[in-house]
Each structure stands twice: as C-alpha cells, then as structure tokens.
C-alpha cells in the first residue's frame, strides 16, 4: 500500500453517492484508497459500475473491469444496452475471463444461469479425501467463487455429489470421495427464474446451490450472498407494484425526478381513464341521486369498503404466490376461503354502518323518516361489495399470471378501480330495490 | 440405517403439511426415514416445530429436542407463550445446551443477538497458520455452525481480527495469524434489528457477521443463510401491511380462517370508520350537491386519485425505509420531491379529465351548458387533490415512525381514507367558488 493521499473514506462517498453527477462519483472514487477503492467497487451495483466505467479513461477502465469476478462482469455488461459498448466492455477482458462472461451472457440475468457463478470446485469421485484437499488448496489460490463446497462430478461433468469442506475436513485421508460425499444433491435447473432459486436457497439452508442443465451436466452455483440481494429486490418491485406503480429498479432518492414521474404516471393515468367509468355509472343513476341525494353521501364509504377488502385478498395471494406458496393449481381453494372471508368482513362493516346511520339519525336526525330503509340499502350493498371485492381480489392475481403477466400487477389500486364501478352499480341496484316507493 | 417402513417422502409431507391436523402430522412424521426426519424438522419453521414437539410423548420430545442448535432451539422456545412449557422444553437439553440457550433467551428474537448462533470458531492472534488450521480441524468434529471463517480475539474476548479458511488456505504456515487476519472487520451490535443486519450482510457481500457487545466483545456470529429467511418474512410483512391488513405471520394457505378474518377486521373496520367522515363531508355539501347533481358523478374519480397517488408516495417511502435508503433526517427531501412530483401528476390527470369531459359533452351533451365550468372545476380539484394525496402519503410513514412505530403501517389504504376526507373537501370547495352564480 502506497502512503495514503486519501481525503476521502469510502463511507463518506457511499453516503454522497446518490447526490453526485458522474464526473463528480469518479473524483470521489479516486480520492480512495487502492485497498478501499477495490472493495468500494465490487460493492456498487451493475449499473453504477457501469456508469462509473463509462467516465473513465480507456486505460483506467480496462482496469476495473479486470477487477470484477466474470458473474459480476457479466451482469455489468447487460446493464449496458448498446452492442456496440457491450463488445467494447468485453473486449477489455483477458481471453479466459472473456470466454467466461460471454456463456454467462447467452442467460437472461433473472434466472439461475444469469445469477451464476462458473468459479467453483469440480472434484472426481474417485480421488482420495487427502487428493481432495490438497487439490483444493491449490485451487483456492487461484479465483475461486467458494471453496466450502466442492461438487463431484463424472466424465461427462454430470453432478454426482457434493461435499463440504467440513465433511472433508473430519473424514480419513484415505477414504475415496464417493464414500465421503452426499449423492442426494439439490440443484436446480439454468431456466430457473431467481425467486425460484431463492426459495430453494431459503427452505434447504444452503450455502450454494449448484446450476445443472436438462442433462444433469454442471453449468456454475449461485451462492447464498448473491441471492439476498436478489430477494430484497425482488420484494421492493413487488410492494412497489403492490402500491400501483412501475417497479423503479433505482433508489428512490437516486431516481430522477422525470424518471420516476415517468414510472407513477403510467398506472395513475391508467387507473384515471378506469375510474371514469364511475362518472359513467353514477350518470346512469342521476335521476336517482337527484330524488334522494342521501344516497350520494355513502358513495365514497361504500366503494372504498370494496375497495380496501379486494386489496386486502390480491395483496396475499400476491405474495403468497410470490413465496411460491399458492400456484395456479389452487385457485379453487383460495376463493372458498376468500368468499368465506368476505362474508364475514361485510357482516362485520354492514353491522357497523348500520348501528353508525342508526346513531347519526337519533343525535342529529340526518337522514329523517325513512333512515332505517336507508340503513338496511347501505348494510346489504356492504355485505354485497366487500364479498366482490374480496372475490375479485383474490382471483385477479391468478387471472393475469394465466395470462402469463406478473401477477402483482394486480395491485390494489387496480382492484380497487376495477370495484369501484361494480361497487356502484351494486349500491344502486340495491337501492331501487330497497326504497322503492319510499325515496325512489 | 435400519430397512426403511417409510411409506411417505419428505416432499410429499411438505405439500400436505398446511392440510394437517397436529396428530395426522406426527403420524406423518413418524413415517419418514430417520435421515429424511432429520432434514424434515430441522426445515420447519420454528412454530411448526413447537407444535410436532407438543404433539410427542416425553422420551421423544427429549430426542427431537437435542437435534436442534442453540439458535434453532431459543427460537422454538421463544414461540412458546407460557413461561412453564418454556421450562420444561429448556429442561429437556443438556447442560451445555441450556447453558447456552438461555443465554440466547435474553435477547429478543428480532435482533442481532436473537438471530445470532453461539457456535463458532474463535482463534488467538498469537497462533501460527499450522495451529490454527489443525486447531479448527479438531473443532470441526464438533457442532460449529460455521468454519468459513474463524474469528481472532483477544484474551478480553474482544474481537481483534477475522480470517477465512481460504486465506489460511493461502498463507504459509509458519506465519502468525496477526500478520494474515483481515483486521477491518464489519461487525453488528446486539441489539441491532434483524433488517439491519440483512443490509450489513448484503450490502457487504458477507457469509457471515459478528456480533458484539458495547465493549466490543464477540457474542455470536449471524450466518447469511440465517438473514435470508428474514429478509423474505420482513418482506412479506411490508406487504402485506402496505395491502392494509396486519401481518398473517404464517402461509396463507396455512392460516385459518377464524385467524385471518381476525387479521383483516381491524384494519378493515378502522379504515371503515375513519371512511364514515367522508359521509359527513358529503353530507356538509348536501345542499350543492342537491343544485348540481352533476357534481357527485366524479366524487369516485376525484377521491380516488388522491388516493392513488397517495398510495404511489407512501409505498415508495416505505420501501425505502426498510431498505435504508431514506432516513428521518431526509424528510425535507422528500417533500420537495414529492410535492414536485405531486404537481406533475395533478397535471396530466387533470388533462386528461378535462379532455374527457369535453368530449363527452361533444359526443353525448351529457352535462350542459356548463361543462366548461364543470370541466374547470374537475381539472382544479384534480390537481390540489393529487398533491395534497402525494404529501400526505410520503409524510405519513416519517410521521409514524417519529411516534416510534412501524412506518409500513402508513399503507395505501390508511392514506387513501386520509386524502378521500380531504379531498372531498377540496373539490366541493374550488366547486363553490367556480360554479357560484352558474350552477350554485
């Protein structure tokens, strides 16, 4: 290490970070020092190593990106969506590491062969424990992603075991490997989506999980601490989608305000042009609303009751499907439950609105002779919206990830839109019924 | 292993699990391979194996109770409510055990030193490399939860240094571990919060942090294949909060419904009442609205963006907040953003409206000579109610979490109840001031 001509520690810039144009993060990142800057890198996510690069000289860049282990690289590289500097990036890598990062490249980066790494150790089954260990010791001088496990493999490279480092380190010397190693290894396949792998990771607490393609032939492993990053991304898109927007994919205070307008705009317009249909459907109930405007008063309560219990249902079985938890299989299930469930909650808010119209009329007298018509209408069109919209709810999710979507678009905003309008015409509907003869 | 009765798979038990009753659990249980068994339970959330121990005679809760680690064992314990089954279960451990479970106990279960395994490596800084490789190799035969890195303390128990098995791997043996161990180590206070962690863990890329006490002695260590499993339930909880409920803090095909109802009532009956205001604001109005019919027609289309957007604020800054992205010092940022956002948003639904209502009018002459009135009055409220929506909803989590409660709980539909109040107001209010002398 050279004497330090640092003004600079690395926290102090990853505080500034988000605040700082491009030319300003790279005189931040060069007050650093070597050791501290390497470590500051491999930290920051693709897209910032990717800017980062892009403000540098040929020469600087050639050699940051040599830092970077080939699955950090490739994940660089497809940040980048232009051919042209993508094969420039490459092109700065020496040949081993070049050929590495372009098979990774053929994955889309959500799956497990995009979230792989090919650094790992590869043992034969019929080498000594002590061939093992020595072999490996060798081998971690080089780059190696993990050494805590090494995976057996057979002539074709189609994985036969796996064995720790622990397990190495308590058997005898002399044992053959396939005595020593556990057969019955859990992997997964190179199209697996990474909530996919993640859950595998979760359940079986694993360190690393190894990637195999439809031949059982070993492709790479997606360790434990590449995961975690995926599955708090994975949630912050979904509760982002959850909350009826585009999934931002940046910090929020690192997103530029037109970005991120940009990102809210498309659903809010979206969820606009859908709730004008309400304008519509109480235009057609006008000429009611006109002989009892008293009506008019419980639109918002009623709506949003449908409203809140259809965004209460989406949001679980968003979730739960997300978890992997409830698949498409179970649709049946969920809407028993959930027509169940709304039942039970509308009772629950018909009683409470009830008694709640009952009280106003005998404090204030608001809503004179007829209240308790007017208090049975508002009572049965809860029980009739919250049972809908928990219906409506629940189902959503399954419906678009039928349609091969992602079901958290099933935000609730969107199921409270798609309510709303039902939500009126159930009131209504009600209503003529109810007061027939008496308001209406 | 003896010649297998098995007549069930660990999977298949894992698909039924959610359907079973406690003694048709046991019973499948008891049908798995002692191997499988193994895996089987150590797999099951920390409920779950509370409840198969309750359902076992003595001898075998004693067997089942000895196979879990410390961490798992203080964890089951703690799901236990009544401190006299908390006893006994600690009672069935052997003295070592408990030694060490109870001193798990003393920790609540959501920090640091709830989450953290007392079982690892510790070396002296004055052991040579040789020493301390054939030291760990003789611990390995014990439990150690981990042996990827070994941890360098002092002979105060104070944390001076951390050394991987790949750089003992690496270095010649007759150097001093002082000379080979990483001395910046990250480490995390006890009492951090189990989010807290999963940022360290994740943002540095670890396997694996220690945690210490104020005087910086190491206590534990937490594992990342510990944290990704609350990362995921901390995530299902925001989103599940963020949908309006409490959290289920089980599966969802797992929670009965009597629990779920129970889950989903309070905050549906909260945001329900609260909503009841809104038919006192409207009843406020009773008058203009009796005047103009029309104006109840976008009563839905107004509340609703409000909410929306509101909804769009509060779920990006909760997200943000978990993620420890913005922090309660970053407020004023926040609303200059927001209201800035706010206006941009108002803005282009309030085009929107305004087109919709125009053309309406040229295509059906459904409102009158006054439409342009109407349609100014629409655009207006649109725009306050947006921005007003927005604030309020990016507010609303650093206000509850100044009152030291969980900022999730500002979920969409809180906000949205908020704005719907507030921007009935609003919009009957611009309503008197430009229809006055036309329609009012």
Not at 47 to 66: H, I
């Amino acid at each position: 290490m050279t004497a330090s001509t640092a003004v600079l520690t690395p926290v102090e810039l990853r505080d500034a970070w988000s605040l700082l144009l491009p030319a300003e993060r790279l005189e931040g990142f060069r007050l650093l020092e070597r050791a501290d800057a390497d470590e500051f890198f491999l930290e920051l996510s693709a897209a910032d190593q990717a800017q980062l690069l892009e403000s540098m000289p040929a020469a600087e860049r050639r050699l940051w990106m040599r830092v970077l282990p080939p699955d950090d690289a490739a994940d660089l590289i497809q940040t980048v969506e232009e051919a042209d500097r993508r094969a420039e990036l490459l092109a700065l890598l020496d040949e081993v590491a070049r050929h590495e990062v372009s098979a990774l490249l053929v994955y889309a980066e959500d799956v497990a062969g995009g979230l792989m790494s090919t650094r790992f150790a590869r043992l034969r089954p019929e080498m000594t424990v002590e061939e093992a260990v020595r072999y490996l010791r060798r081998q971690a001088q080089e780059q190696l992603e993990t050494i805590y496990n090494a995976y057996v493999v057979d002539t074709g490279q189609r994985l036969v075991g796996v064995v720790s480092f622990r397990d190495l380190f308590r058997a005898p010397g002399d044992r053959a490997l396939s005595d020593v190693m556990e057969r019955d290894v859990i992997s997964v396949p190179e199209d697996l989506d990474e909530e996919g792998v993640a859950r595998i990771i979760a359940q079986h607490n694993l360190q690393a999980v190894p990637v195999v393609d439809r031949e059982g032939r070993i492709k790479g492993i997606v360790t434990v601490d590449d995961i975690i990053d995926v599955v708090r991304n994975a949630a912050t898109e979904d509760i982002q989608k959850v909350g009826g927007m585009e999934a931002l994919g940046t910090p929020y205070l690192g997103t530029g305000l037109p970005a991120m307008v940009k990102k809210r705009a498309g659903w809010l317009s979206a969820l606009f042009i859908g709730e004008m249909l309400t304008a519509s459907a109480m235009g057609h109930f006008e000429e009611e609303i006109a002989k009892a405007v008293v009506l008019a008063l419980f639109v918002p309560l009623i709506i949003s009751s449908g409203g809140n219990s259809g965004g209460q249902a989406t949001t679980l079985v968003i979730r739960a499907m997300a978890l992997g938890e409830v698949g498409l299989k179970d649709w049946w299930r969920v809407i028993r439950r959930e027509a169940m469930a709304g039942l039970a909650l509308g009772a629950l808010l018909a009683v409470i609105g009830f008694v709640r119209i009952a009280v106003w009329e005998g404090l204030f007298h608001t809503y004179g002779p007829h209240y308790l018509l007017i208090a049975t209408t508002v009572s049965i069109s809860l029980v009739g919206v919250v049972l809908w919209g928990t219906i409506a709810g629940s189902m959503l999710p399954f419906l678009i990830r039928r349609l091969g979507f992602d079901p958290a678009s099933a935000s609730a905003p969107f199921v409270a839109t798609l309510v709303d309008v039902s939500g009126l015409i159930i009131y209504f509907t009600v209503a003529a019924v109810v007061l027939r003869g008496a308001l209406l």
